[in-house]
Structure formats: C-alpha cells, structure tokens
C-alpha cells in the first residue's frame, strides 16, 4: 500500500502545482513539494531520440511556445492519436535538443492568469530531471516523497518505435532509481502498457486510470467495438478481474460525485461514490481520483459560486464530499488546497 492511516489520502500535485506555475515545469513541481504535495503526476511522452519528457500531451501548441517559433513552422502537422485526427506539433517529431529551446505555457491560462504570468519562464524539462528533483526535495524536507508517472498514448508510441516501458526502464536505471521501489506509482489508460511495465520487473505500484467513457485504445485495436469498456471496469466484476493484476484504479472526480445509475441489474451497474471505493477496496485495489479544482468551470454544479467560470466556489465543500468517499489518492493543480481538506477532513472526524 501506498499510504498509512496517518496520511490519507494522498495529496499528489496534478503536472506539479498548475494552479500557481505552468504545468510540468521544475518550478510548479518544486512549488508543489512546497506546498505540502506528497507527489507529483508527470505526464510522460516521448521525442523523436528517445528521450521522455514532460507534457500534458504529445501535441505541445497549448502547453508551450512553439506556435510563435518560426524554425517549426513546417512542423505542424495532422496525426491521428488514438483513433482521433489532431492538428499541430508533435513530440515526436522533435529531438530533445530542439525541445529544450521551447518554453513553456500554462494550458489553462485563460482561467489563471497567475499561472500564465509565469508563461516563457520556464524550459521544458524531461524525466530524469524530474527524478533528480524529487531527491533533492525530499532531502531539503526530510520526507519521503513520491512520483506518479502517467504514461500518455503507449500504442501509438509504439508504433514509431518509441516503446515508453523500455525508454521508462532506461531512464530509472540512469537515475539511479534502479527497478523502481515505494516511491513510484505507474499509471495508464492502456492496461497493458502496465502488465509490460510489470513484466520488464519495474517495481512501483501499478494504477489503471478508467476513463469517463468509451474504451482504453490498446483494447480497442486488439478487439475493435467488442472492447472491454472502461465502465465495466467499475462493476463489481469488473473490479475484481484487475484485483491482483493491477494495485489499483484512478477514476474522475464524476464518477465519485455522480449517483447511482438507475435501472441496471446490481452485479453490472458501473459503481460510484462510496460504493466504488468499497467494491475496490474489498478487491484488494486502492482508488485515486482526478482533478480537484476549485474554480467554478470545474466545480460540480451545486458547488459553483457566482457566473464567473474563473471564480473561486465551495470548494472545501467538494473535496471534502470526495475525500469522505474513503480514496487513498486525490490529484489536485492547487496542493495546498488538498493538504487543507484533508486536514479539516480528518480533523472534524477526530472531532
């Protein structure tokens, strides 16, 4: 298990601290640690030489400068990710010399303009920059602390020859963080980029990230439109199919918030709120859940306050809601906030 009673849930810093710095950034990570984060979420994709970095996606227009840059001009270019046609510039069609020149941009800066006054600060950074940050920190603080590592569209990597479970091995051995240990979560959409994971003898829980619908990619190209969908994987049997598999789930704040769906039989109704968290427990699994937000774009619609999308609404009444679920794991753009609902959580069952 990832965590003790002592320290539930997790507070994991979401791209590090966004809510504060642009997102994948040393600083916003640093700031995250800072802020009390007991981890941090890098996003992890990979350039044309094999190098992992750090992005929100392998598009990289919204996340840095590289639409004004007139020497990648002629990159822009249509892929098609994940059965998805997408207009822009791609990490794969970079070395990592010339990603190391592009500066970094916060992707939700019309709603933070803090973060985005920091934007061309910063340098894109990669993997091994981040593990070397994470020691660092957690020697300045004396605590442990942790990195989750999401794995961003593993098939079509593989398709180019960039296989990220190979390329993740390399960068833990050069980091000196050998086959991996309590300190590294893995997580993915693609569950058998895990199972490789696992296989390569990459030690570190293993998360599966279930979507809000339809089904994980590397399923679909394997079994077309009779892919296990991401629902099922929230039913009871479907819980139990990862139990020993995997170490456990991470599913959007939605599905924790939503009610019960009515109308399905018991044993094949995709579960939610407190109910899932049980199911998955009983499995052997631990839950995490993305993103907590406070501002009203993000806020369920009884926790929004005011007409401003930007605006700040209940927020403390939100997290709370989640973290009364039982999760083991929140991921947060502002840790701080979490550090604070967990706080009051636990101190008002102490109470």
């Known amino acids: 298990m990832l965590r003790d009673l002592a320290s539930r849930p997790l507070v994991i810093g979401h791209r590090g601290a966004p809510g504060y710095r642009p997102e994948h950034t040393a600083a916003s990570y640093e700031l995250a640690f800072a802020l009390g984060a007991d981890a941090v979420e890098p996003d992890i994709v990979a350039t044309r030489d094999g190098v992992l970095v750090l992005r929100h996606e392998n598009e990289i227009s919204g996340t840095t400068d590289v639409s004004s840059r007139p020497e990648f001009a002629a990159r822009r270019t249509t892929r098609e990710i994940d059965g998805t046609p997408l207009t822009g510039w791609f990490t794969e069609d970079f070395t990592w010399a010339e990603l190391s020149s592009l500066r970094a941009t916060e992707r939700l800066g019309a709603l933070r303009p803090l973060s985005a006054s920091f934007d061309g600060r910063y340098p894109v950074i990669r993997l091994r920059d981040l593990f070397d940050l994470v020691d660092r920190a957690a020697d300045e603080q004396g605590r442990m602390l942790r990195m989750v590592a999401e794995f961003k ?5 593989d398709a180019l020859g960039l296989p990220l479970d190979e390329l993740f091995a390399a960068e833990l051995d ?12 893995m997580e993915a959409f693609e569950p058998t980029l895990l199972d490789r994971l696992g296989a390569r003898g990459i030690r570190g829980s293993r998360i599966f990230l279930i979507d809000a619908t339809g089904a994980p990619w590397d399923l679909v190209l394997a079994g077309g439109r009779s892919a296990t969908t991401y629902d099922h994987f929230v039913t009871e049997a479907g819980l139990l199919s990862l139990a020993g598999r995997f170490d456990g789930v991470s599913v959007g704040k939605g599905r924790l918030l939503a009610d019960p769906p009515a109308g399905d039989r018991a044993e ?3 579960l939610t709120g407190a109910d899932l968290v049980d199911a998955a427990h009983s499995a052997g699994l631990e839950v995490y859940t993305w993103t907590l937000r406070p501002e009203n774009r993000f806020l369920a619609k009884a926790a929004r306050r005011g007409g401003s999308r930007a605006g700040i609404g209940d927020w403390p009444g939100e997290f709370a809601r989640i973290i009364g679920t039982g999760v083991d794991g929140v991921f947060l753009d502002h840790p701080d906030l979490g550090v604070a609902a967990r706080d009051g959580f636990e101190g008002a069952a102490d109470g």
């Open 153 to 157: 569209h593993a098939s079509h990597f």
């Open 268 to 270: 094949a109704r995709p």
């Open 174 to 185: 050069a980091a000196g963080w050998g086959r991996g240990d309590e300190r590294l979560v």
